[in-house]
C-alpha cells in the first residue's frame, strides 16, 4: 500500500501564490507517476498535471502556465507551485500516484484551496 498526504491549502487572494507538497510513503516502489487533480464544487474531478519519476512533467493544455509540478528526485514528494491564483481555481485537490495518472491506484485525502478577496 501506498499513502499520500498532501499539505494543507488555504485561502488565498486573487493574484496570489500557493504551492502544495504530497507525501509519499508505504509501498513507493509501486509508484512511476505523481500527480495533482482537483475538484471544483459540481464538477468532475480533472487532472492538472503529473510527474515521472525521473522528473518529466506533463500538464493539460488548459492548465500550462500558472501550475508547476516537481518533485523531490525520489519518489517520495511531488509539489504543485500555483501562480496568479483566480476564484475559479478553487477546489478541493487532490495528490495521486501509481502506475498511470489517468488512473492511479493511489489518492491522498484532498486539501481545500479557496481563492477569494
Known amino acids: 500500500q501506498v499513502q499520500l498526504v498532501e499539505s494543507e491549502g488555504g485561502l488565498v487572494q486573487p493574484g496570489g501564490s500557493l504551492r502544495l507538497s504530497c507525501g509519499a510513503s508505504g509501498n513507493i516502489l509501486r509508484i512511476k507517476v505523481m500527480g495533482w487533480y482537483r475538484q471544483a464544487p459540481g464538477k468532475q474531478r480533472e487532472l492538472i498535471a503529473s510527474?515521472?519519476?525521473?522528473?518529466?512533467?506533463t500538464y493539460v493544455d488548459s492548465m500550462k502556465g500558472r501550475f508547476t509540478i516537481s518533485n523531490d528526485g525520489a519518489r517520495n514528494t511531488a509539489y504543485l507551485q500555483m501562480n496568479s491564483l483566480k476564484p475559479e481555481d478553487t477546489a478541493v485537490y487532490f495528490c495521486a500516484a501509481g502506475q498511470d495518472i489517468n488512473d492511479p491506484g493511489y489518492w491522498g485525502q484532498g486539501t481545500q484551496v479557496t481563492v477569494s478577496s
Open positions: 510527474i515521472n519519476n525521473d522528473g518529466s512533467p
